[in-house]
């Protein structure tokens, strides 16, 4: 598939067709990066992979990099979807985000079962080392720790995961530890969700995220930056820009810097003309990133997806059940409209507002 792939590749991404318009030149240009997570099955997708070569630095294997994605039984490693995710990326010079070391919701159930007995780190560091000495050359920054905090579980914010349960809040340094040791390079980061919008179980969020990345800090642990996700949600909104500057002023001064890791935004009114939903959504995407893309400490965007066709949003049966009898005659609007490009790859409204975010002059 790969070679197959790569005169296309080339002669997209050389001389042969000048992308003026490229997100990822317009970023560069303002010393950001841009990229998209991407599934294998996305691109081997035409016009998602145009669309990934057209406007992208970088990429993020949404699926093929996790835990229980490249183990699937203890003391047995597949790496074969992650190693044509990284062979797709050395072909045409994109750099990965690698997502992700340890996440709760990807650590296969026989390393659960390991770390809940007696097994002790070792699981945990040789799964470290195995990523990162297979992907480190294709990698620049990772996601050693996805998804820690959890507002309600405990007092310092931490989330109740089997790793915590078996090593204590120190899981998260020395995962930090290997990974720095693995590949000394590397830049190290935890990535997490609802840090956006201004209402109060955001900024409890927020708040554990600083506390936890003070400590580390604080105890001379390589961490490198922190990543926030960014999965906008209409329903959540407004934005509020000096709450968010706030937190990556905070952020900024610890030395660490900021990526924003998973743009894309949930939309509701589904029954609305698509002009009128791809507005709404642009308006958010503008309040967010005019908020944040300015800030010194932000280094780059990455999109969930660039093409509606391949969102993991979607139209839920409970969604419709909101509109009983509105897409009786066929017409379902079928996607949720919360990335860049439509599900035949045409621009939106989104799109135009990352290329004018992406070059509003840093501060
Ligand atoms: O491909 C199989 C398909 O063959 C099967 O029929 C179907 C049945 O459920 O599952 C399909 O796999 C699903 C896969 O997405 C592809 O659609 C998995 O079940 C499903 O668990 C997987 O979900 C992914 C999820 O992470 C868990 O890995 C989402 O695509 C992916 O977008 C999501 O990404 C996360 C980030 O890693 C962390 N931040 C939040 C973000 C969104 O939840």
Redesign the pocket.
């Known amino acids: 598939m790969l070679a197959g792939l790569l005169p296309t590749m080339l002669a997209a991404r050389g001389l042969a067709r000048p992308q003026p318009l490229s997100l990822a030149r317009v970023a560069a240009a303002n010393g950001l990066r841009f990229g998209s997570a991407m599934?294998l099955d996305a691109l081997a997708d035409p016009v998602v992979r145009e669309l990934l070569i057209d406007n992208c630095a970088t990429l993020t294997p949404?699926?093929e990099f996790?835990w229980a994605a490249v183990a699937p039984a203890a003391g047995r490693y597949d790496f074969a979807a992650a190693d044509r995710v990284a062979a797709f990326a050395r072909a045409g010079s994109f750099r990965v985000r690698g997502?992700?070391l340890l996440?709760h919701?990807?650590i296969p159930a026989w390393a659960e079962t390991a770390i809940a007995g007696d097994a002790g780190w070792t699981v945990v560091g040789d799964h470290i080392r195995a990523m990162m000495a297979r992907y480190g050359a294709v990698v620049d920054e990772w996601d050693v720790i996805?998804?820690p905090i959890e507002i309600g579980s405990r007092p310092d914010g931490l989330r109740s995961s089997g790793l915590l349960n078996a090593f204590g809040r120190d899981y998260i340094a020395r995962a930090l530890r290997d990974a720095h040791a693995a590949a000394p390079q590397a830049r190290l980061l935890i990535n997490e969700?609802d840090l956006e919008y201004p209402i109060p179980a955001q900024q409890a969020r927020r708040d554990a995220m600083l506390a936890l990345v003070r400590s580390l800090v604080g105890q001379g642990v390589p961490l490198h930056g922190v990543g926030i996700?960014a999965?906008l949600d209409l329903a959540k909104g407004p934005i509020d820009a000096v709450v968010l500057r706030t937190f990556l002023d905070a952020i900024g001064a610890l030395g660490l810097t900021v990526s924003i890791t998973?743009l894309d935004v949930k939309e509701r009114d589904y029954i609305l003309p698509a002009a009128q939903r791809d507005r709404a959504v642009a308006a958010q995407v503008a309040q967010f990133l005019t908020a944040v893309l300015p800030h010194r400490a932000v280094t780059s965007l990455s999109c969930?997806g660039l093409s509606d066709r391949q969102s993991?949003l979607q139209v839920t049966p409970a969604d419709q059940a909101r509109f009983p009898g509105a897409w009786q005659d066929g017409t379902s609007p079928g996607l949720n409209r919360g990335l860049p490009f439509d599900s035949a790859g045409g621009a939106k409204p989104m799109r135009q507002t990352i290329a004018a975010a992406l070059a509003l002059p840093r501060t």
Do not use: A, V
């Open positions: 599934r949404e699926l996790k997502h992700t996440w919701r990807s996805n998804e969700y996700q999965h998973e969930w993991w």
